[in-house]
């Protein structure tokens, strides 16, 4: 079978894989991969149909592969080599995607626990600064913001803000996998001058980023600080 015929089946097959409507020639010739008439076209689908390759749904279709046009393809025609890698990167980023989506996953879960078992708030902040926070609640419910409501507003201006807050968290040069406590006026924004702030850094294959308590600096500490320690065992 000529080069040009086994060419014409390969691209129908693909296109009919792609699209599961049948290809006239007019199709094929758009595509735009043969310098050649539809007459031509149609000749060779002749030659491919008379040894079985491909056939007509129905009358004036155009051709489908048969179940030996499709076993021809996969024996000859298909380029592994090819489609192996192109695979291989589809699948790559995919899972690094996955892996990622399933880190910040795991990560708002580990929030989600150390703010309850903390009772204050818990905050991550990761890839391209986003700010994750959860039990702010917490602590405006402690006696010392009840009874002064302007220092809670200041708490939350901080966490909604973001900006401020993250830049804070990016100059503290953090150690990695180590819990640091910084209380009162050790904070570097005044109006969380009034908290206790117990802070770390994680790096992952997938993911990084630092991970802390917020929170009155009448807190526990001991049991807080293990929680950020018990938090990175999970996170790494």
Do not use: W
């Not at 024996?75 to 890698?85: I, P, R, V």
């Not at 995607?97 to 795991?106: F, H, I, Q, V, W």
């Not at 966490?159 to 040069?173: A, I, K, P, T, Y």
């Amino acid at each position: 079978m000529k080069e040009r015929t086994l060419q014409i089946l390969d691209t129908l097959i693909r296109e009919f894989i792609e699209k599961a409507q049948p290809v006239a020639s007019k199709n094929l010739l758009e595509l735009g991969h043969f310098d050649i008439s539809s007459a031509t076209v149609r000749n060779e689908f002749s030659i491919l149909e008379e040894v079985g390759l491909i056939e007509s749904p129905h009358i004036s279709a155009g051709k489908i592969p048969t179940p030996k046009g499709y076993r021809f393809f996969v024996n000859e025609l298909l380029q592994e080599d090819k489609t192996e890698g192109l695979v291989n990167n589809i699948f790559a980023e995919y899972i690094a995607n996955y892996k990622l989506s399933k880190s910040k996953e795991n990560i708002f879960d580990i929030l989600s626990i150390v703010a309850q078992l903390s009772g204050n708030v818990a905050f991550t902040i990761i890839e391209n600064d986003k700010t994750l926070y959860l039990g702010l609640s917490n602590v405006l419910r402690s006696p010392e913001f009840r009874r002064d409501p302007d220092k809670a507003a200041q708490i939350v201006e901080v966490l909604e803000g973001r900006e401020r807050f993250q830049h804070m968290v990016r100059s503290l040069n953090l150690p990695l996998n180590d819990v640091k406590i910084f209380i009162g006026e050790e904070n570097m924004l005044k109006e969380i001058s009034s908290c206790a702030l117990l802070i770390t850094r994680f790096e992952t294959q997938n993911i990084q980023g630092s991970f802390g308590i917020l929170g009155p600096m009448r807190m526990r500490y001991g049991f807080n600080k293990a929680l950020l320690k018990n938090a990175l065992k999970m996170i790494n």
